[in-house]
């Protein structure tokens, strides 16, 4: 029996590791680390190796379903159109644009067709009712990243193959595989850096995977990642340790922000973050001497109260140290393709804008054309003009990942009607009224858009489906494409996506290209659907051959040519060229920043809480949507509420009992006690993503040990006011014996 090999960028984390796929008879009967691959040179992890799980997954949904009488029957894709068409139009032709929301998840941005139409299928919806899993993670890292550089997506990443000093808060890359920082194997890159004398120093208040590593580990007071970053600011200035080498002639705002940190000295801000005042000043020396030294922070500088103010203050640190955009220090990387630092004209731009409209209830500004997930039940449930009737998810799972997914599930039965795209019939998908499958991620072709701009080296990758879609099913850019005709008032069940797809994409070429619109779409027709477009942005992008004007430059053929991908080489320096923002400078103290330092002040005498609670990432484990395959299932039980000995002799606690979690509204979850020294005290950590016994979801295996839902415990109108991003961490609970 012969077996073949497929190379295939896998599409689980942001790490897109290259695989080798083994495929004998049509199955997949392995997959492995793919050695030729120049960007993870063989490296995978256990999620990897899963997607053959998930493939074979007997709970993966593989036709439309539609609910008649409360219970889902099969349907074809005619039916399940013409019930989206007979349901959804008349919604919102009554009650207008708004009426109908849009929730996006993570899984979105490992799916080409996803990624490349949802914008387009938002701009034909036209409501201002957006949601996506970015303010559950990342949405002050976007901010604070557009406000100092001037795109969304401008984010700094450590050159850590160059680096010799590594500071890292609230990350756990040995976990994660990196977040906004696409770094496959961060164990082997960081004993290279030991290698050479490098030194990582992790601060987190658990003593994680990452921190194990480590040369040093310092926990901190959760929530306090500001105050400790501020303190490190003022002491670079109090000790005359600024400097900013060839980029000062690119900042602005410098003595408006020397001004603003001079309440925060090392002793004012040490009782905030749990950490000696002498440790934070040897730190600030440390990172200031070292030659070549970066700050990294993520998803526990993220999703706190003072999430944006942190997200800035680490690229504030970098820049005043001159490890900002050098190498060896936080680095941009130039994308070959969609990123809007490498288009336009180089040097500025118009920058980013927030606050273009507002929650209809809350008054949460827009934040990247977003508004903040932790609003979405009460516009669902209040009554008035803009009142949510309809809802669409876009592979996302809100009552899970979401702050109080109870009230949120209770507000989706009161919808009229809700569309879900997904590959489970999960805890929110079982609320809609039409279920329409994705593919497996083995039957679509792959191309990072999104995760090139946050590589640790330039680099460009295309995977060709592995495997055969079955006949009839939709590919996920044609199902898009259908809803756009639908809200263009073309009839989705009888519309052509090809024809659609056409239409569209010629009058944005007749936008960018002018009269040589018809012969660039001439030279693009080889192609259709999600490759013509990334055919498209490759030949445009800083690698491109231009149509022409660069001959031997990038295509998509030329990527597809290279199995192994194409090195594009390591990061270099790219200030001013990457600036988008209208002065042409780094805003060093945006106004919206330095506006939110106040409440950042009074914050410094607040009393600790007895307990405060925060999550975690396992490397078998991937957000909400991953606990029903075997290969990651297995092995001891994960979801554990992990305490400190101390605060389990002070409350009663029993390793392997359960306890009983509260949150301040009352809200409350029963979880398995684990005790670890590894965990600060006076902290619970719980993973996030669990809580798999919710009636009405096919999750056969997930449901076997279901676990406990660390968001259900938290206030969904809890939020860094800045961001609107929710807050996952250093939240006070309770914890009792149960």
Known sequence: MTTTIAHRICPVCEACCGLDVHVESGKVIAIRGQESDGFSKGYLCPKGVALKDLHDDPDRLRTPLIKRDGQFVEASWEEAFAEIERRLLPLRQEFGNDAVAVSAGNPSSHKLGLMLYAGRLLKSLGSHNIFSAST???????????????????????????????????????????????????????????????????????????????????PIRPGGDAHF????????????????????EHVAGLEELRAAVQPFSADAVAARCGMPAETIRELTRALAKAERAAVYGRMGTSTQTFGTLASWLIDVLNALTGHLDEPGGAMFPKAASFSANTEGPPGSGRGIVTGRHRSRVSGAPEVFGELPTGCMAEEIETPGPGQVKALITIASNPVLSAPNGARLAKALDQLHFMLSLDIYLNETTRHADVILPGLSSLQESHYDIALQQFQYRNYVRYSSPVLPAPAGHLRD????????????????????????????????????????????????????????????????????????????????????????????????????????????????????????????????????????????????????????????????FRCTAMVHPADAQRLGLVDGAMARIAGRAGNTIEAQVEVSDTIMQGVVSLPHGWGHNLPGAQLGLASERPGSNLNAVLDENLRDPVSGNAVLGGVAVEVTAV
Not at 591 to 599: K, Q, T
Request: one cysteine or more; glycine letters at 10%; charged letters at 20%.
């Open 136 to 218: 559950l993670d990342q949405m002050p890292k976007q901010l604070s990243s557009g406000l100092m550089f001037g795109s969304w997506l401008s984010i700094p990443v450590p050159d850590i193959e160059r680096c010799d000093f590594l500071l890292m808060l609230g990350a756990n890359p040995m976990a994660s595989n990196g977040s906004l920082w696409t770094v496959p194997d961060f164990r082997g890159k960081a004993k290279a850096m030991h290698a050479r004398g490098g030194k990582l120093v992790v601060i987190d208040p658990r003593r994680t995977e990452t921190a194990e590593i480590a040369d040093r580990h310092l």
């Open 477 to 636: 850019w044609q199902v898009m494409v259908k809803l756009i005709g639908l809200f263009q008032g073309k009839g989705a069940a009888a519309a052509d996506p090809q024809q659609i797809d056409d239409t569209m994409l010629m009058a944005e070429l007749e936008r960018s290209f002018g009269e040589k619109a018809g012969a660039v779409m001439a030279e693009l027709s080889k192609h259709s659907g999600p490759d013509r477009r990334v055919d498209l942005a490759l030949r445009n992008g800083p690698y491109g051959d231009g149509f022409g004007r660069n001959p031997g430059g990038l295509t998509l053929d030329k990527v597809k040519a290279a199995p192994g991908g194409i090195d594009l080489g390591e990061l270099q320096p790219r200030v001013p060229e990457m600036l988008r923002t209208p002065s042409g400078k780094i805003e060093l103290a945006p106004p919206l920043l330095m506006a939110d330092l106040p409440r950042a002040l009074a914050a410094l005498n607040e009393p600790a809480a007895d307990m405060v609670i925060v999550g975690r990432r396992h490397v078998r484990s991937n957000n909400s949507w991953m606990h029903n395959l075997p290969l990651l299932a297995k092995g001891p």
């Open 229 to 248: 970053l501020l303190g490190m600011l003022h002491t670079l200035f109090a000790e005359n340790l600024v400097r900013l080498g060839r980029l000062v």
